[in-house]
């Protein structure tokens, strides 16, 4: 295949990827061209294939149900009221576009949440203990737990820590193995009593690095909790997967 | 975030239901997409998007993802052939695209391309309902969709357009 030939096959594989209508194969395909050309893709067709889509919908909306509105406005009074995390998000590459234009509809919508963000990031993260202490001192009926290491993950270890009022919470892990981000990435589970046993909340996907020194993990429950009963971390595909078959254990927190 | 969810709640409601028919799932879907969007609000750039398609852009990957995932759930590959590829950077797109100029540029698409357009995205038929109601090949239905998309992003780079907002 000439530099035309592939130029051609990668953005192809990129409108693909924008419509969702890559295979597995040409997922593969695409990861590879990526890192053969070394260059890391635009968002144009992402953009251009939402507009296309949204523009459409926007002739037909569709209410939420109200339940589900319900639940969303609760957990955005959670979030919105737990400001001063000491844990660590992403980063912020762009907020101030938003900040220096607050007239904006979006940014007026989420400028409490933007405020709150950029006021803790720019705060160094706390130390693994004084965040215990800082997110004990804020709910008295945080929730704290210690993971035991699975299987061959026997040195596995560390606490975790939940808030059910500020619905946020950490992990503190030491002894689990550096991953390969490309090959394979660690996943926690919640079980929480209040929905299906066989259906536990993902609570995001995070990594390992190398250097030996305990890792604090955000979590990033997908769903709200209700005073779960475990924390389960799995070996997954990279990006996680929705349901775990649980083939990799690796630690375990319970009540 | 009140506001975001009275506003652009619908819109992901309307456009998940468009990949996920059964209406549990769905439901969970848009918790997750709106927890992805308070995450990333921090990196919305009015100069790049409007606010209804930087929100559609998170609801179409996610949802996307979602399906993808779905259906690689069932034979769980091995790690060592599992992808990972990085959601592209918005800050690094180029083409701004308004109404206007969205619909001038589709009108330089042939006719075939844009009336499988017009089914894909104006009445959410997937591509193997698109096959059949055409009577095209899926490949073929698969590869105008592909082309159409790259030829309307050439042309709206070329024309040079810099404005990038479509309806908010």
């Not at chain 1, 037909?60 to 009221?81: F, N, S, T, Y």
């Not at chain 1, 305990?214 to 997908?222: L, N, Q, R, S």
């Not at chain 2, 180029?94 to 009108?107: H, Q, W």
């Not at chain 2, 499988?116 to 590869?143: C, N, S, W, Y």
Request: glycine content about 6%.
């Amino acid at each position: 295949m000439n530099p035309s030939d592939s130029e051609n096959r990668y953005n192809e594989l990129l409108a693909g990827r924008a419509l969702g209508d890559l295979t597995p194969d040409e997922e593969r395909e695409l990861a590879l061209l990526s890192e053969q050309a070394d260059i890391a893709p635009d968002a144009d067709l992402e953009l251009l294939a939402a507009s296309l889509a949204v523009e459409p919908v926007l002739q037909r909306l569709e209410p939420m149900p109200a339940g589900l509105a319900a639940r969303l406005h609760q957990k955005a009074a959670m979030i919105g009221h737990s400001g001063g995390s000491p844990i660590i998000y992403p980063q912020i590459p762009a907020w101030k576009n938003i900040l220096l234009n607050p007239m904006i509809g979006w940014a007026a919508a989420a400028a409490i949440l933007i405020l709150s963000l950029v006021l803790t990031h720019t705060k160094a993260p706390l130390p693994p203990e004084q965040a215990a202490a800082r997110l004990r001192s804020e709910d008295k009926d945080m929730i704290e737990r210690k993971f035991e290491g699975l299987g061959e993950f026997k040195q596995a270890a560390g606490r975790v820590l939940w808030s059910d009022a500020q619905q946020r919470g950490f992990m503190i892990l030491t002894g689990i193995p550096a991953n390969d981000p490309r090959k394979a990435q660690y996943q926690l589970w919640i079980v929480d009593p209040t929905r299906d046993a066989d259906a536990p909340v993902d609570g995001g996907v995070f990594d390992i690095p190398s250097n030996g020194s305990p890792v604090v993990v955000p979590i990033a429950a997908k769903l709200a909790l209700s005073k779960p009963k475990a924390f389960v971390i799995t070996l997954e595909h990279p990006g996680g997967v929705v349901k775990s078959k649980q083939e990799h254990l690796v630690a375990l927190a319970k009540s | 975030m009140n506001v975001c969810i009275n506003l652009y709640g619908p819109i992901v409601w309307t456009l998940v239901r468009r990949y996920v028919k059964d209406s549990a799932t769905s439901e969970d879907l848009v918790q997750e997409i709106f927890t992805e969007i308070w995450k990333k609000a921090a990196t919305y750039d009015p100069t790049v998007a409007s606010e209804s398609t930087f929100i559609g852009m998170i609801t179409r990957r996610r949802a996307i993802d979602f399906l993808r995932r779905q259906g690689r759930n069932p034979s769980f590959e091995p790690l060592e052939v599992a992808d990972s590829f990085p959601d592209p950077a918005l800050e690094a797109s180029s083409i701004p695209c308004d109404t206007e100029a969205l619909k001038s540029s589709l009108k330089t698409l042939p006719e075939e391309t844009r009336q499988l357009f017009h089914l894909f995205f104006d009445d959410g038929f997937t591509h193997p309902e698109i096959a059949e109601k055409t009577g095209l090949p899926l490949g073929t239905v698969k590869t105008l969709l592909r082309r159409g998309l790259l030829a309307l992003r050439d042309h709206l780079r070329s024309a040079g357009i810099t404005n990038t907002k479509t309806a908010s």
